[in-house]
């Protein structure tokens, strides 16, 4: 994996995993660069950037993250039983914009899947102890579309150092080629990267999270980055009022986009918007 070795002291992650260079030598001097990160997001599908968040940012977005996730639910299935997310961090809270407007990530994104884009899935991840490994998918699966481009690029923060036992996101690298067939877990590496990098990988890329060996959890946060036509031609969430929508027949809502017909397509702080619009106060 590309870490900079010069910067993360061998054996200084809190479970004594030592920085190890992954399945490519790591470049990192290049990585300033959007064409040279894209070049390796399209020939591994994925790329590490070191060093975008100092230690000032990351403290901010765990002191207010912390709180969100503290009182998130336990996830379920896919999401893991000891894993906690806060979604929507973006709507709560500013102590991500930096990350989320980073002009080496825009850059790179909209080299890759072109200008207009706008934000998929967003969330904070907390992989607690004892949480096994998850399922490996690709995120661009959420849409029924053939897997020959990318549709969605993930920018994976690391806001704790991400080791292979703390629960570091598991790739496949160059997955993203394969025309079908989910990878053996064999195949994966762990992406291990100090706290304040991204991972970005292709929204093909096979990968999860890891298990979580130690005592610590690992904080990360996800920032899919679409397509603009990914979405209707008009925005009828914006421009209907809440309160109306609330009255209106179930099939008129999810005619205007509050619906969850697949269980990663339209929810809103992991529930159904019908459920949603019915416990909250209307805006
Ligand atoms: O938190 C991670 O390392 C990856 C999580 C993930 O891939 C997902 O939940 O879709």
Known sequence: MAVNRDRVPAGSCPDGTVWRPGVRPADNARMTDASEVGRQLRRDGYAVIPGLLNQQALAAARAELGPLLDAAAWGSGFDGTRTKR????????????????????????????????????????????????????????????????????????????????????????GSHLRPAGKPDAAETVPAQMPAGSVLLFSGRLYHGAGA????????????????????????HALSASHARVRQLPQRLQELLGFNQPTPYLGFIEGRHPRDWLTSNQPR
């Open 86 to 173: 806060a979604w929507a961090p973006l709507a709560v809270t500013r102590c991500l914009d930096q990350a989320a407007l980073t002009p080496l990530v825009l850059d790179t994104v909209e080299q890759a899947i072109g200008p207009g884009t706008q934000f998929g899935l967003t969330c904070a991840i907390q992989v607690h102890p004892g949480q096994q490994a998850q399922v490996l998918h690709y995120d661009q699966g959420i849409y029924p579309l053939p897997r020959d481009r990318d549709v969605m690029i993930t920018a994976l923060w690391a806001l704790d150092d991400f080791t292979a036992g703390n629960g570091a996101t598991r790739i496949v690298p």
């Open 212 to 235: 979580n060996t130690t005592s610590l959890p690992r904080l990360g946060v996800v920032i899919d980055y679409i397509q603009p036509w990914l979405r209707p031609c008009e925005a």
